[in-house]
């Protein structure tokens, strides 16, 4: 069974910034895309960012300019540097993985990002 351990969630004041870190336990191979979601209460869980095994990368428009994905599919990690957070960044986060080519994906437990005006 894949497991995909989050880490860097947190509390900080609107303008802040967080990092968040995500690695996939064992290590899986031929991971195409990586990326995070996140879902806040109330609501359904929405894309945030991803990022392909050729580098290509997507953001919610939400997101553009403030966050940025990084990582390696091959080593199975994927990170979020988020600046400028803003109160509406508050939700738990979910770190995904996927090989669309046999529909195989999966995702982590979530770690809880708050932002306080």
């Known amino acids: 069974q894949v497991l995909l351990v989050e880490s860097g969630g947190g509390s900080v004041q609107a303008g802040g910034s967080l990092r968040l870190s995500c690695v996939a336990h064992?290590?899986?191979?031929?991971?195409?895309?990586m990326g995070w979601y996140r879902q806040a209460p109330g609501k359904q869980r929405e894309l945030v960012a991803t990022?392909?095994?050729?580098?290509?990368?997507n953001y919610a428009d939400s997101v553009k300019g403030r966050f940025t994905i990084s990582g390696d599919t091959a080593k199975n990690t994927v990170y979020l540097q988020m600046n400028d957070l803003k109160p509406d960044d508050t939700a738990v986060y979910y770190c995904y993985s996927s090989k669309p080519a046999i529909k195989w994906s999966s995702w982590g437990q979530g770690t809880q990002v708050t932002v306080s005006s």
């Open positions: 064992p290590t899986i191979f031929g991971i195409q895309i």
């Open positions: 990022m392909t095994s050729a580098g290509i990368t």
